[in-house]
């Protein structure tokens, strides 16, 4: 499995960004899917999950009611919607895939997000 993040940048506080996490490969065996964030000189911390189907999410408590995750399993990607954005959002977010095929985590490369102030 190879996943590709995008749609990083930077915005202004209260702005906008969706970010996309495109599935190649063993897409078939993906089930859980999930966003995790990395600060500079901090933890990289989960942000979202969404379970294989889409109905089920759960969102860490900094970005609940701001961020929405989804996926379109048809399309292979998964998604991030991004509003209301604050400076302590600023991070590079990455996309994980669980593969229940080999019982491993897949990781994308990271896509770079910045919100000034």
């Known amino acids: 499995v190879q996943l590709v993040e995008s749609g990083g940048g930077l915005v202004q506080a209260g702005g906008s960004l969706r970010l996309s996490c495109a599935a190649s490969g063993r897409t078939f065996s993906i089930s859980g899917m999930a966003w995790y964030r990395q600060a500079p000189g901090k933890q990289r911390e989960l942000v979202a999950t969404?379970?294989?189907?889409?109905?089920?999410?759960t969102y860490a408590s900094s970005v609940k009611g701001r961020f929405t995750i989804s996926r379109d399993n048809a399309k292979n990607t998964m998604y991030l919607q991004m509003n209301s954005l604050k400076p302590e959002d600023t991070a590079v977010y990455y996309c994980k895939a669980h593969s229940v095929l080999v019982g491993r985590d897949y990781w994308g490369q990271g896509t770079q997000v910045a919100v000034s102030s």
């Open positions: 969404i379970g294989s189907g889409g109905g089920t999410t």
